[in-house]
């Protein structure tokens, strides 16, 4: 064994530690303490974690931007791995998972090794890597959360993606397609979709073109049954002008806390709105909604990040990555702490 000594149903774990909030992120301390962990209760699960994704959200986490944030504690809310203690079901599977608790309220999955409720645990597909599985996680869940909440896409349906080209944006364009409606995405620049999709999807290039004006074109007047604005302020008028009668609008982020609301045009347009928080989500929740999209998976209808070999990184080199994830990186950066 590299990373741990085990002994019995524990483990002597190197765990990635932020000991208290930093003022930039280039200045975040970050270390590497050993920690015994074990099956404390009925229900858990002890993973040796073959990989973590690292998503701007652990990175802000250190700077004190999430309200739930405690200190000190082992950031991360992704993992994929290989359950070593817990229900016998799942000693030996290739399990993976996300949270909105791991991480930000409780220690994470910035390490080589993780007590999480079994519940939580996900298999993994054959068809994709541990690296791949550990990036599924937030944007997968937070995408699928959104739409669980709106009303699932439907084949007819139009949904209009707004952020694109982000990491939700990417999910979300993968889910709706799958789902078997129309997709239309929205970028800040000329620019192609980055990502997979099960079919067409629709570019625009708000630098260039009025958005609400081409999507009402794009539709024969009608606009958008559904809106994913996983930006928020900057987009809310495009969106919302966007929205076809009866039309939904999900909310994941914002620049900014208040928006001018139209009211008129919100209750003559019977436009609902839905806000999405996957930092409310538990382990067991956040698995939940993973294992409606492990058919996408593994049918191959839905595809988990590119991992590219330069965005591995070992817990040694987390500060570089930390910068990196809210720096100008637009690949799915993961730790490897095992490899």
């Not at 970050?30 to 990989?51: M, W, Y």
């Not at 409780?106 to 645990?121: F, W």
């Not at 994709?128 to 550990?134: G, V, W």
């Not at 349906?157 to 364009?173: C, D, P, R, S």
């Amino acid at each position: 064994m590299t990373a741990a000594a085990k002994t019995s149903s524990s483990v002597t774990a190197n765990c990635l530690r932020v000991a208290v909030k930093a003022d930039r992120i280039e200045n975040v301390a970050l270390g590497i303490e050993q920690r015994t962990l074990a099956c404390a209760r009925p229900g858990d699960a002890l993973v040796e974690i073959k990989a973590a994704a690292i998503n701007p959200s652990d990175a802000k986490a250190t700077l004190g931007l999430m309200p739930h944030a405690v200190f000190p504690r082992t950031p991360g809310r992704d993992f994929a791995g290989v359950v070593i203690d817990g229900p016998a079901d799942l000693i030996g599977k290739e399990v993976f998972g996300s949270s909105g608790q791991l991480g930000i309220g409780r220690d994470g999955t910035h390490a080589t090794h993780l007590v999480v409720e079994a519940s939580a645990l996900v298999e993994k597909p054959a068809n994709i890597s541990l690296a791949e599985a550990a990036g599924i996680g937030v944007p997968f869940v937070t995408a699928q959360e959104g739409f669980r909440r709106s009303g699932m896409p439907k084949p007819g349906e139009t949904v209009l993606i707004l952020g694109l080209n982000g990491k939700v944006g990417q999910a979300a364009t993968q889910i709706a397609s799958w789902q078997g409606a129309r997709v239309i995405g929205v970028v800040r620049k000329d620019e192609l979709y980055a990502g997979h999709a099960h079919g067409e999807v629709t570019v625009i290039d708000s630098s260039r073109n009025d958005v609400a004006a081409t999507v009402r074109e794009l539709t024969g007047g009608k606009g958008a049954d559904l809106v994913y604005n996983t930006v928020g302020e900057p987009y809310y008028d495009a969106g919302t002008k966007s929205l076809a009668h009866l039309g939904r609008q999900i909310f994941i982020a914002s620049t900014k806390a208040t928006v001018p609301f139209d009211i008129f045009a919100f209750y003559r347009g019977k436009h609902t709105f839905f806000g999405v928080d996957s930092l409310s989500l538990s382990s067991p929740e956040a698995g939940e909604i993973l294992r409606e999209l492990v058919p996408g998976f593994a049918s191959g209808a839905l595809k988990p990040f590119p991992i590219e070999p330069d965005a591995i990184y070992p817990l040694q080199r987390a500060a570089e990555a930390y910068v990196a994830v809210l720096g100008s990186s637009r690949d799915r950066l993961v730790f490897q702490p095992n490899g």
